[in-house]
Structure formats: structure tokens, C-alpha cells
């Protein structure tokens, strides 16, 4: 069920395919977009999300490559930037810089579930390759 603040409730099966596709990746997209990442605003108190972190890199990204790398594709630069931390949604975030040989097997670990649970969730696609 979609609950609205002002109209009618929808329920979800009432939906078309299409619609309900859409719905589910906004609410990923949505719930990666609160993910608080190990790094701050310039302010230094403010975590930074994975949207900011996410726009930041994507204009920052095409950017660079439009002058340094004009040869590559902008918009598979874009599309690669937009969605590079997504599998956060479900794994979180965590920082890298410093990180041990086991931890960063963890989080090559509970990314790749992430990963398989994005993967089902959104496109109904089983993913069973290990890290």
C-alpha cells in the first residue's frame, strides 16, 4: 500500500508492473540517499551522504574526463558515477583509507550480499558469484 498524505491510498498491486518498478527503485534510491558516509561537509561536523557524495563525483567526474579524457563516453561516466556506491543502500558505508586486509574482505563480504539483495529486489535477478 502507498500511503498518501493528501488523496487517495494506492495499493500497490493495483498498480501496473511498470509503476511498481519504478516505486521500488525510488525507495532505494531514496534509502541510499540517507546513508551518512565516514566523511564530512567542509564544515567538519555534517556527515555527508551517499547522494552528496554521489552528485559531487558524477558532475565532478564528467568534468574531468570532458577536459582530460574527452575520448570516453560522458554518459556511461555519468551513469557509472550515479550508481557506483548503490549496493550502500544495504551495506552501509565505510571508510577505506586505512582499512585492514580483513576488514576490507568484510566489506567486499557484506557488499556483494547487498549486491544480490539489490539485484532481487529490483530487477528479480539472482546473482550467486562469490567475492
Given at each position: 500500500?502507498?500511503?498518501?498524505?493528501h488523496?487517495?491510498?494506492v495499493?500497490?498491486?493495483?498498480?501496473?508492473?511498470l509503476?511498481?518498478?519504478?516505486?521500488d527503485?525510488a525507495a532505494?534510491?531514496l534509502?541510499?540517499?540517507?546513508?551518512?558516509r565516514?566523511?564530512r561537509?567542509e564544515?567538519?561536523?555534517?556527515?555527508?551522504?551517499d547522494?552528496?557524495?554521489?552528485?559531487?563525483?558524477?558532475?565532478?567526474?564528467?568534468?574531468?574526463?570532458?577536459?582530460h579524457?574527452p575520448?570516453l563516453?560522458?554518459g556511461?561516466?555519468?551513469?557509472?558515477?550515479?550508481?557506483?556506491?548503490?549496493?550502500?543502500?544495504?551495506a552501509?558505508?565505510v571508510?577505506?583509507?586505512g582499512m585492514?586486509?580483513?576488514?576490507?574482505?568484510?566489506?567486499?563480504?557484506?557488499?556483494?550480499e547487498a549486491?544480490?539483495?539489490?539485484?532481487?529486489a529490483?530487477?528479480?535477478l539472482?546473482?550467486?558469484?562469490a567475492?
Amino acid at each position: 500500500m502507498i500511503k498518501a498524505e493528501h488523496g487517495p491510498v494506492v495499493m500497490r498491486e493495483a498498480m501496473p508492473p511498470l509503476t511498481q518498478l519504478l516505486m521500488d527503485a525510488a525507495a532505494l534510491t531514496l534509502r541510499f540517499a540517507r546513508v551518512p558516509r565516514a566523511t564530512r561537509h567542509e564544515d567538519g561536523l555534517r556527515a555527508e551522504t551517499d547522494s552528496d557524495h554521489t552528485v559531487m563525483l558524477t558532475v565532478l567526474a564528467c568534468a574531468y574526463a570532458a577536459q582530460h579524457a574527452p575520448h570516453l563516453n560522458l554518459g556511461k561516466i555519468a551513469q557509472y558515477a550515479a550508481v557506483h556506491d548503490l549496493v550502500e543502500a544495504y551495506a552501509g558505508d565505510v571508510l577505506s583509507l586505512g582499512m585492514s586486509a580483513d576488514t576490507r574482505h568484510l566489506k567486499e563480504i557484506r557488499e556483494h550480499e547487498a549486491l544480490k539483495r539489490t539485484c532481487a529486489a529490483q530487477w528479480g535477478l539472482a546473482l550467486t558469484e562469490a567475492p
